[in-house]
């Protein structure tokens, strides 16, 4: 027989209690349907009696005797037996319970017999016995409610249990997910400390004068970033291995029947209390794709963008582009996290430099100006003469892996990049904008920058990140 949960016994004896009282019934027994050993039907079995006894058989007159677990008494079934992952029971074909013979000189009235019914399904049988007076149809209607509550009483509580199972499943599943993940970044941390050394190896090798120092540098510059994500990432397991610990079957407090992982009920975790948002000198709300709580303190976009550009630009001339960048000395200041702000100009860049065809230009300007609200946003401009995003799929850029047109190319990608950076210009209290086709007048002053021979012209893309101004 499926497990019954404490709290589902409980309810069956105080019912039980109640309809024996009630109907001053000589005793009371729920009997419950489970498969038989031929695997080809049902039997009862005996759960609740009242009052209770070793022997729940005893005390029931002879004519209830098929109803004992034997051979004789299992319900053949026409449909077939559930499967392991779904909870709902077999249905069988109720039999007649035969009943006392009228003759008997133990038993004067029949038993009042009711079966558990759900949706049409038999799910076992209320049985009273009342020696000497006959049932009333008062009587009868108790005994029905009664079954009624019982049979969606079990059905919820079998469908609990089974939601529960599914939720440990789940869970270790996480846990061994979590495991791979841990395994796989002390692995990724070996190769990136070897590039590290090489790295720095080939910056004290090479001349300063020679033109390869700066790809020297940015191999070291690169590996620190991934060194960087690489201890987020490490962060980020660490508080999901937190909430896996918090949300394991054994710490649930609460569920559909109560409390406890092994009472048989539906547990869930508890539902987190939203913390207020913090001031703008605070820290910044936790993102859990970052992983970290930013923190957000005065920078210069120039400071920032400068180490950037010197490995795009190595990147741009191996693939045939042309790399242009205009920003002012004298920018005023603005809020960001220096590390997620990287990160956004890092996808902007990477994403000019994958998707710009040869012979494009890649710029980047900045000392852009805007009020919002009264508060000044200074932004900084990444764009490039390339193909441009269709109007059809601007609406939804920022979306986690939505790609558009690009997905139907032949250039690798997961949609990510746009959605990351979003999620992160919006925790540092700014935003991206996208603009394609450039206007005219943008390329009319972005000409002036272009001093190279430019082969491909295209519609354009540019986005502008915008921060807030000290």
């Not at 009371?28 to 039907?41: K, R, S």
């Not at 547990?267 to 001031?279: H, I, K, M, Q, V």
């Not at 005065?298 to 741009?316: H, M, R, Y």
């Not at 959605?419 to 700014?430: K, P, S, W, Y």
Request: charged content about 15%.
């Amino acid at each position: 027989m499926a497990f019954a949960s404490t709290e589902f016994i409980a309810l069956c004896q105080s019912q039980v209690v109640l309809l024996t009282q009630a109907l001053a019934a000589h005793s009371t027994v729920v009997y419950l349907a489970e498969q038989a050993d031929n695997a080809m039907g049902l039997s009862l079995v005996p759960l609740v009696a009242y009052p209770e006894t070793d022997n729940p058989w005893a005390g029931l007159p002879d004519g209830l005797a098929p109803m004992t677990p034997t051979e004789s008494t299992v319900w053949v079934s026409t449909e077939t037996a559930p499967t392991e992952t779904a909870p709902p029971p077999v249905t069988p074909a109720v039999p007649a319970v035969p009943l006392a013979d009228a003759s008997s000189e133990t038993v004067a009235t029949p038993p009042l017999v009711h079966p558990l019914m759900h949706e049409g399904v038999a799910l076992g049988m209320l049985v009273s016995h009342r020696p000497a007076l006959a049932w009333s149809r008062e009587d009868r209607q108790r005994a029905e409610q009664v079954a009624n509550t019982l049979a969606l009483a079990w059905i919820l509580d079998q469908r609990g249990q089974w939601l529960q199972q599914q939720f440990q499943q789940r869970h270790l599943a996480q846990a061994t997910q979590s495991e791979t993940f841990h395994d796989l970044l002390h692995q990724f941390r070996n190769p990136l400390t070897a590039l590290q050394t090489f790295g720095r190896l080939l910056v004290k090798r090479i001349p300063a004068d020679d033109p390869n120092q700066p790809i020297a540098e940015g191999i070291v510059r690169e590996s620190r970033r991934l060194q960087d994500l690489a201890q987020t990432f490490d962060e980020a397991l660490a508080q999901g291995d937190d909430a896996l610990q918090a949300d394991s079957p054994g710490s649930l407090r609460r569920g559909i029947f109560g409390p406890g992982a092994t009472q048989g009920g539906l547990l869930l975790p508890e539902t987190a209390t939203p913390e207020a948002t913090p001031a703008p000198e605070s820290p910044l709300p936790d993102s859990l794709r970052w992983g970290r709580s930013l923190q957000r303190v005065v920078g210069s976009w120039v400071d920032l963008v400068t180490p950037l550009l010197q490995s795009a630009t190595a990147i741009a001339q191996d693939r045939g582009l042309y790399l242009v960048e205009q920003l002012p000395d004298d920018l005023p200041g603005v809020w960001m996290d220096p590390k997620a702000l990287a990160e956004v100009l890092s996808n902007l860049l990477d994403n000019a430099l994958k998707y710009a065809p040869a012979g494009s230009v890649i710029w980047v300007v900045g000392g852009l100006s805007q009020v919002v609200e009264g508060q000044t946003f200074q932004g900084l401009a990444v764009g490039d003469t390339g193909q441009g995003i269709p109007l059809a799929d601007q609406p939804r850029i920022f979306e986690r892996h939505f790609r558009g047109v690009r997905a139907s190319g032949d250039i690798p990608g997961t949609g990510l990049g746009l959605a990351i950076a979003q999620e992160l210009m919006e925790a540092m209290g700014g935003h991206l904008d996208l603009i394609s086709p450039v206007p005219p007048d943008y390329q009319r002053a972005l000409s002036e920058l272009m001093d190279q021979t430019v082969s491909h012209q295209g519609p354009g893309v540019c986005f502008i990140a915008w921060l807030a101004q000290v």
